[in-house]
T-cell receptor, first 113, second 111 residues
């Protein structure tokens, strides 16, 4: 089945550590996105990539980094510079045309302990 | 820039009641409009979409009509069920090829 997979579902991080969230899609989509969702809040764009080996900052990129070495994969690293990383992280992909929808993964809940 | 404004929730209804969740947008040009639904602890799922003015998107009894004159895309359902309880997001996609989301509206349906 085609889809977008995020792992792990739950992640715990100690303060000062970097962690990497995985996002893989087998939909052959060009565009991929990372969003952050805080309790009771909407979605805020962290980074997006419209093509392999290229990505752009979204609205809240500080303290995060990404790579896009393969079309299928768009991992997000939450660095120690992100002061408030506890949140629900959602990855999405789309074919890249404005009239088409994005497909979302099931999300990763990151908690700093 | 682009923006989406939704009515704040939570919206609490009894089963079989009529639902309206308001959504208005600001965008240049002719964006595509979407409604997504999020169940607890999950990602977002596309509910319906409309890509041009006067289009009506529909799915699972939900409907929304793209009104360019009022820059709106209100979500409606004639008879809600307990299983419709979720958070609903209005979104737009424009020539910049990035989804812009509203803040979400939580719907709670009581039996």
């Amino acid at each position: 089945d085609g889809g977008i997979t995020q792992s792990p579902k739950y992640l715990f991080r100690k303060e000062g550590q970097n962690v990497t969230l995985s996002c893989e899609q087998n939909l052959n989509h060009d565009a991929m996105y990372w969003y952050r969702q805080d309790p009771g809040q909407g979605l805020r764009l962290i980074y997006y990539s419209q093509i392999v080996n290229d990505f752009q900052k979204g609205d809240i990129a500080e303290g995060y980094s990404v790579s896009r070495e393969k079309k299928e994969s768009f991992p997000l690293t939450v660095t120690s510079a992100q002061k408030n990383p506890t949140a629900f992280y959602l990855c999405a992909s789309s074919i890249g045309a404005w009239e088409t929808e994005a497909f979302f993964g099931q999300g990763t809940r990151l908690t700093v302990v | 820039g682009n923006s989406v404004t939704q009515m704040e929730g939570p919206v609490t209804l009894s089963e079989e009641a009529f639902l309206t969740i308001n959504c208005t947008y600001t965008a240049t040009g002719y964006p595509s409009l979407f409604w997504y639904v999020q169940y607890p602890g999950e990602g977002l799922q596309l509910l319906l979409k409309a890509t041009k003015a006067d289009d009506k998107g529909s799915n699972k009894g939900f409907e929304a009509t793209y009104r360019k004159e009022t820059t709106s895309f209100h979500l409606e359902k004639g008879s809600v069920q307990v299983s419709d309880s979720a958070v609903y997001f209005c979104a737009l996609n424009n020539a910049g090829n990035m989804l812009t989301f509203g803040g979400g509206t939580r719907l709670m349906v009581k039996p």
